[in-house]
Each structure stands twice: as C-alpha cells, then as structure tokens.
C-alpha cells in the first residue's frame, strides 16, 4: 500500500507513535529515519500536494515558475519602515516537499564558526564536529568529470562530503564562459580560491553545487529523496492536503503533554493521536504559527487573539533573522551566452567585510557594532566578534549570473541588449523580527474572531530598523560597491559594458543607501523563531538542545526555526542536517525508553 493512498479517516483513527507536522524538507527527512524502525509507526500532515511529476518542480530550467502558484503559501512581511514602506514576498513551499520544491536549489554549507557558535550558547551537540556526519548522512556527492573539473574548478575535499544520502548533490553539466571569466577576475582581485568550500569555512571563490541528479537532470528534494523511495513502507502514512489547526495537549497536574493534532481535510475536521510524540516542521513562519494557535507562546499575543494560554513563552516566534539581498544589474555584451543546463548563478564568493569596505568604513562599521546594546549579551558578543580584523568569515555572499535578477531594472523593449547580475547578499544580519498569528477579529463565523491557520501569520523581520537594523543598512551599502570594482576589472570588463542598475551615477554613501532601501529584498532564508534556549533555557529560546518544547512534554521543533543565529549559507543543506540529527536524537530517546 502506498503511504499517499490512505484517507483522511483512516489516518484519524490511526495511534500514531510519531505524528509529523509538516511533510516538507525537514519534516519527510524525519518520518523517513524514523520509519526505518518497523515497529514505529510514523504519520504525516502535510497541508500541500503530493507533485511527484510536476515539471516546474523537477525541472531545473524551471526554476521559480511555482512562484505565486498552489505550491506556494504567498505570505507577505507587513509594510517595512526600513524598507520605505514596502513589503516583500516570502514564498514558501506549500507541497510535499516544502521549500525544497521552489528554491533555487544551491546546495552548501555555512562556515565552521556559524555551528561552534549555536554550540557556544550552551547547545551541546550542534557545532560543526556534532552536525558533520549528518550533513553527510543526508546526501550522495557526484565527484565531477575528471576532464572539466580543472577547466569548471569544480574542487572539494574528500573527507568532508556525503557519498550514500538521499539528496543528491552535484556540479552543473555546463557552465557559460561567463563563469570562467568571472572566477579569473576574482581571483585577480586577489581573492582566494576555496577547493574545500563544503569542509567548514566558504570565504573565497568556488564553483557551487546544486541539489539536482545528474543522471536525469531532476531536482533532487525532500519528497524525492527521503519519500518516494520509502512510500511503501506500511509503517509511514502520508496525508497530504491536510490542513493543522493546533497542536492537542492534555494537563496532568499542571503538566502539559502533547497528544495529537487537530485538522481539517475538505474542509471536514479530524483528531488524531500519537503515544510517543508530536514533532512540529512546519518552518520558520508556521511552527511559530502553529505553537501559538495551541498556547504556547506570549501571553498577551495569545490573549490579543482569543487564545487560552497553556504555556507561557515570550520566545516563541521571535528572534527572526533573514538573508537581506541587493541585485546590481549589468549591459554586458550580446553575443554571450546563459548554459542550458547551468546551475543558476555561479561562481559562487563569499568575504569577509574587511575585505570589501576600506580601512575606514570597516573600522566605523565595526565601531558602530560594538556600541550597540548587549541584548540578548551571548547572540551579541558572537554578532560583534564578526567584526574582528582576523576573523576570516563570509559575511558576504556575491553571487554572478548571466541574466536581470532586478524586478525594479526594467530595460527597454527589443533593444537587443543582454543584462547580467551580481546578487549581493548579507550573512550575518543584526537586524530581529518577528512572525506571531494575528489578533482576534471583530468576528468570525466559526471560531468567534480568534485566528486559524488560514489566517496568515504577521511577518515583520524589521529589515534595517532601529539600530540593529540601521547597521545592516550601513553595511549593504558599503557592500554594494565590491560589483562595479568586480565588473570593470579584467577580464570580465572585456564583456561588461557598463552598470545600469544602478545607474552610473548613484555613487556616494547617501545616493547609494537610498538606493539600497528602495532595492533591498530578501533571500528567503527565514530562521530562529523556535530557536534552541542554550545556557539561557526557556528565557532565551523556545526549545532545547535535544529540540524538545520548554514546558511541554512529547513535543519537538524540527525545522529551520530552531536555529539560534543566522548561518553564512543557503540553508537547505543545514535543514536536513538539523533533520538528520533532530531524528537521531529522537530515536535514542526511544532507545532509552525500551531499555
């Protein structure tokens, strides 16, 4: 029987040991190790579809048509003050799979300190020595072809990568002549070649990897990976189109217990049970979500929404950090050409900001960082450590690709003109935000005003507010200007013609940072609203480091939210790990229990 041929009934009257919430990158990596064992039996809500053939899933050279569409759940920040008043879209997958069926599919890893810092908040076990074998657990590296790797610099080190894991990783089969003319001109800057990029530190230049089989060419995600090879598995069920309202939880002499879930399937309401544990992966934005709609989160939040307060914990949807990203856009000239089956955006740099800004403006940037407050004082002090003239870490990510990546940019028609880009995007924000469910209404036709999960979250990730978020302004303005020094240097200023975007004469500070406000999106890389407590417990965050809810037994985040501080990396790659391991720990509790 196949896990995606049960009912919504029948799934209801099943008792779960394990119930799963959320069946997307993290989530399916979990059910999967966790139904390895045979006598466990795993269940999965996943409010998406199931989309196995759906080609602009699958496709690489599709990437981004599922933008906007049913897989895709279309939340919106709030208005952004720092942003002039704009709000920006937040895609997120809504399908089974999650956001691994919509991204951009890079596959990489952050630098060693990102992880040593999680573990130096007092969270044992997540550094980078604790998570590397499960970034390595989690995926199949395809070594590249012996007679391009010189020519593609498609280097890596032996020692740090997965050969026998779910999710293949994989070099493009073809690159434009932009990519080598790109990478020669870095490295004529004087930036350093990295051919250990996946080993533990990413600053430097280097040819990424993408999340794609090579043998078919196929995007290689969370429901292809970790599902479909195990869907026959009579121990995992798989509802999908199933949509959560709250997590149950039962009182036991002022103790609460996660039971089960409630949710509605064809708009017909169901309850289902599991005996060992619930574990939240619904992501950064709905895990929040999702804890606050069962009471658990900020008394006044759930009060302001009709909710009843079970557990007490102002942590929970707060700590918000995001990826923030500017796109300068390039004439370049009009015989060059985009690879057909090229990864989207290569090659990939990422720097320190002591070696993008002059002498000057570092020292002010890092003057500016030091004076700010000390709240919380541990996240701070490894915020302001980044700024330490030796501290070698990519705090900036420069990413070339042959294509207008600007929605702002737009050229005229027919002009036969050909566009580049060079995406610019800060690593280490200082900037926190938040996403809570909304207050309740003046009405409501079935829940009497108070929000449901159909009610989007509110998102505001205070991009460059107050003086946190002012800093990362400052920051993105002095880093704006590393791609026009890249594009008029040799060789790539024998194809760049000029920078259009923008235009030639935004050039000082205040014309820049202007632009920058007005130019300034995200890279859809939301982490830490469930985020692990460390030394500071259910004070600093809303799980511990076994991934377990403060003041709730049998329940777990398992997700990106989880994530204390921001990594240098896209996060897919640290998902599954944080999968992978999340997973692990769960098991050896079972272990323990049997014992």
Not at 69 to 83: A, C, N, R, S
Not at 522 to 547: E, F, K, N, R, Y
Request: with cysteine.
């Amino acid at each position: 029987m196949s896990a995606l041929s049960t009912s919504p009934a029948d799934f209801a009257s099943r008792n779960f040991d394990y119930l799963i919430i959320g069946g997307g990158t993290a989530g399916l990596a979990v059910a999967a190790r966790l139904s390895e064992d045979p006598s466990l039996l795993v269940g999965v809500l996943e409010a998406g579809p199931g989309a196995p053939d759906e080609e602009t899933i699958n496709k690489p050279s599709q990437i981004l048509q599922t933008l906007g569409t049913k897989y895709d759940w279309q939340f919106e920040t709030v208005p952004q003050i720092g942003l002039g008043g704009r709000t920006l879209a937040w895609p997120r997958g809504k399908v089974l799979g999650g956001t691994s069926a919509l991204n951009l599919m890079t596959w990489n890893r952050g630098n060693k300190e990102d992880y040593d810092a999680w573990e130096k908040l007092g969270n044992r076990g997540w550094g980078w020595d604790g998570l590397l074998p499960f970034f390595k657990k989690s995926e199949t590296f395809h070594p590249p072809n012996t007679a391009t790797q010189a020519i593609n610099r498609e280097y890596f080190d032996h020692q740090a990568i997965g050969t026998n894991g779910p999710v293949h990783a994989s070099y493009a089969k073809e690159y434009s002549t932009t990519h080598q003319i790109c990478y020669d001109t870095l490295l004529g800057l004087g930036i350093p070649e990295n051919r250990a990029h996946h080993a533990g530190s990413n600053v430097g230049v280097w040819t990424n990897l993408i999340s794609v089989n090579p043998e078919d060419n196929i995007r290689s995600y969370a429901s292809s990976a970790y599902f479909a090879p195990n869907s026959s598995r009579p121990n995992l069920l798989v509802l999908t189109e199933a949509l959560v309202e709250e997590i149950t939880l039962s009182e036991d002499g002022g103790e609460w217990t996660a039971t089960g879930a409630r949710f509605t399937h064809s708009g017909v309401p169901y309850a289902v049970q599991a005996s060992r544990e619930v574990i939240l992966s619904a992501g950064s934005v709905q895990s929040p979500q999702l804890l606050e709609l069962s009471g658990i989160g900020d008394p006044q939040i759930l009060s302001d929404a009709g909710v009843q307060v079970k557990v007490s914990n102002p942590n929970v949807g707060e700590n918000l950090q995001d990826h923030l990203m500017t796109i300068s856009v390039f004439e370049v000239d009009p015989s060059l050409q985009k690879a057909e089956l090229g990864a989207p955006g290569t090659p990939y740099c990422y720097l320190p900001i002591s070696a993008i800004a002059s002498q000057e403006k570092f020292e002010e940037l890092a003057s500016k960082a030091n004076a700010l407050g000390q709240s919380p004082p541990e996240k701070m002090g490894i915020l302001k450590g980044r700024f330490d003239p030796s501290a070698r870490l990519g705090q900036f990510e420069y990413i070339f690709d042959l294509e207008n990546w600007n929605k702002n940019f737009r050229p005229e028609a027919n002009s036969g003109k050909k566009y580049a880009s060079v995406l610019q995007i800060l690593q280490y924000p200082f900037s926190r935000g938040s996403i809570h469910i909304q207050k309740m209404s003046g009405s409501g036709p079935d829940n009497g005003g108070r929000p449901t999960i159909a009610d989007k979250p509110t998102i505001d990730p205070e991009y460059y507010s107050g003086a946190h978020g002012k800093l990362d302004l400052e920051i993105m303005t002095q880093c704006v200007r590393f791609p026009n020094k890249l594009c008029q240097s040799s060789p790539l200023s024998t194809v760049v013609r000029s920078r259009v975007y923008p235009p030639s004469s935004v050039d000082d500070d205040d014309d820049l940072r202007d632009w920058v406000v007005k130019n300034t999106t995200t890279d859809w890389h939301p982490v830490g609203t469930c985020a692990m407590g460390g030394h500071g417990g259910i004070q600093s965050g809303v799980v511990d480091d076994q991934l377990r809810v403060y003041g709730v037994k049998r329940l777990r985040v398992v997700d990106a939210s989880v994530m204390p501080l921001q990594i240098s990396a896209h996060l897919q790659a640290t998902v599954y790990a944080i999968a992978e391991k999340g997973a692990h720990l769960i098991r050896e509790d079972n272990l323990d229990r049997r014992s």
